[in-house]
């Protein structure tokens, strides 16, 4: 709160009309008054939502016989009209706080939509937050230590009519934001996916009851994992390659021709061509290698920022058209291996270190194509089926689909230009490892 401010604006997350049937039934709202304003911003309750979701999942069923009339389908549900209203919201408590104003935010109880509101604002208003361990820090102060009821919203209880998809809505509007200004987030939207996974998975602890009192009392700190602690450990797997630090705040659009549909979390089991992440993947590699061969004294003269502009030019739809675009891929591998031949030529003493067991990398050689996740419903190895434990993994040197313990095996693949050892199948751990060529690039990279 601004001690300095002469007014208080107060946030009623409620559509007017919810809020006046309170006031009927004895509850009730703020009124304006010298010192305070009160704003409705008309976002839904819970069992609105819950129906809009059961919407979408219904015409997610019927999407490959009634492809013509798929947006209209989607409008129906009114998904994207309850994301944009949050939005609006958020954006209405950031323009506050940026003039100098206080702001109070309510809705009916407090641990909904109200924590929507507060932790989307503080997202776009300070740049900690929008950093992998800032997240970590906003969803536990706003969400767990604030009372979000998860195990009522994601259905660990039997109360049907309390389930809502609340925290997905926010995970939803993130995405939103990320969407629109990409570079300003460390964090990729793989840990959006991961959060929105393991909310309902109920594999860890961080999302287990209702209330900071319930997890005290059951235990869940010493009996359970951490959702963080999985997250820090694979924290390379959600780096955001692109993150571009700033301190300014955040600006977004929030008409409903700005909003995007979550593809990457409503359609990654309906597309049965996935590849877009798989070139994302490798776009990540190549440029993971280009800042390792940047990194030597007799630096070549390339901006690596004038490289990131590019590629996020035009920010939204343009920048993924580009991300994904497999031209635009060999473009990033090929001056990759530019700088690496230039380094060779102007270094004797690096040329020397290469081995001869290691493959040179004069030229790039495509890596093999993934088998698209929804085309693998078992382990090619050991053919076991794969659940919500035994999770998917590809093999960096065929392509295939393996399960964890088949895939347990990693090595240096030089000829694919993964210089840091990655994931292997077994059979291509035994074809490809090799310990003088795996030396050769670790010292070479060194």
Not at 26 to 52: A, C, L
Not at 142 to 165: N, T
Not at 211 to 236: A, G, K, L, P
Not at 317 to 329: N, W
Request: aromatic fraction near 12%.
């Amino acid at each position: 709160m601004n001690k300095k401010a002469n007014s208080l604006k107060i946030i009623d997350a409620r559509p007017w009309s919810s809020a006046y049937g309170n006031k009927v039934k004895g509850m009730g709202y703020e009124y304006d008054t010298s010192y305070s304003k009160i704003q409705f911003m008309g976002i839904d309750n819970i069992h609105i939502v819950r129906e809009s979701l059961s919407k979408i999942f219904g015409i997610l069923n019927r999407a490959s016989k009634e492809q013509d009339n798929w947006l209209a389908q989607l409008e129906n549900t009114g998904w994207l009209k309850h994301i944009k209203s949050i939005l609006n919201g958020a954006v209405e408590v950031r323009d506050a706080i940026c003039a100098g104003e206080s702001v109070l935010i309510h809705c009916s109880d407090g641990w909904d939509r109200t924590a929507q509101l507060s932790s989307l604002a503080q997202l776009m208003l300070d740049p900690y937050y929008r950093t992998i361990k800032g997240i970590q820090v906003l969803i536990e102060k706003e969400w767990v230590s604030f009372g979000h009821k998860f195990a009522e919203r994601c259905g660990q209880e039997a109360k049907p009519d309390e389930r809502s998809p609340v925290f997905l809505q926010w995970l939803d509007c993130v995405h939103q934001i990320f969407s629109q200004i990409p570079t300003a987030f460390e964090f990729n939207h793989k840990l959006l996916l991961a959060l929105a996974d393991e909310v309902y998975s109920c594999r860890f602890g961080t999302f287990l009851y209702n209330s900071e009192y319930e997890r005290e009392i059951h235990h869940v700190r010493s009996r359970t994992v951490s959702v963080w602690s999985y997250i820090n450990t694979h924290r390379d797997d959600f780096a955001n390659i692109f993150f571009c630090p700033t301190t300014e705040a955040l600006k977004i659009k929030c008409s409903l021709r700005n909003i995007q549909f979550w593809e990457d979390f409503f359609f990654r089991y309906e597309d049965p061509f996935s590849a877009r992440e798989n070139i994302q993947e490798v776009a990540a590699e190549a440029m993971k290698t280009f800042r390792k061969q940047t990194r030597s004294s007799q630096r070549p003269e390339v901006n690596l920022q004038d490289m990131i502009n590019h590629l996020t030019e035009g920010r939204t739809k343009r920048m993924q058209a580009m991300l994904y675009s497999s031209q635009i891929l060999d473009d990033i591998i090929g001056k990759v291996v530019e700088i690496s031949n230039q380094r060779r030529e102007n270094s004797i003493e690096t040329a020397s270190v290469v081995t001869e067991g290691s493959t040179p990398i004069d030229s790039p050689v495509r890596r093999p194509s993934w088998v698209p996740d929804a085309w693998a419903p078992h382990c090619n190895d050991c053919k076991r089926s794969f659940t919500s434990t035994r999770r998917k993994h590809h093999c960096r040197a065929c392509g295939n689909v393996f399960c964890g313990s088949c895939s347990d095996q990693r090595c240096v693949l030089e000829q694919f230009m993964y210089y840091r050892p990655v994931r292997v199948c077994r059979t291509c751990y035994s074809a490809n490892f090799n310990p003088n060529g795996a030396e050769s690039a670790r010292n070479y990279y060194a």
